[in-house]
């Protein structure tokens, strides 16, 4: 219920518009903010956006060897996994509370 009856219909959409264009500024902070992973204690580490973006893998010469690359993709994957666990925390930290405001449902296309 409202307090005082009916809702201002002029009110919510100004909420709404309100919620929106802070929604559209977190998903660009998202974009902007770098986070990293590692596996392998440093040998592979990826960098990806807050938005799940995979945009940089560096690997330590001492990660490679030509006799065994399945354990060199190993560390890639795991690498990988290790930064889109951050980048899902990220989201969750600064998407969760606008969700919270459209009544907790989530926001489609988001990890949490």
Known sequence: MFPGGQP????????????QEELGRAQKELAETEVRGSAGGGLVE???????ELTS?????AAVDPE???TLADLVLAAV???NAAAQKLQAERMGPLAQGLGGGGIPGLPF
């Open 8 to 19: 201002n219909m002029q009110q919510l959409l100004k909420q709404a518009q309100k919620m």
């Open 46 to 52: 990826v960098t990806v956006t807050g938005a799940g």
């Open 57 to 61: 893998v560096k690997i330590s010469p």
């Open 68 to 70: 065994d690359t399945e």
């Open 81 to 83: 996994r290790d930064a």
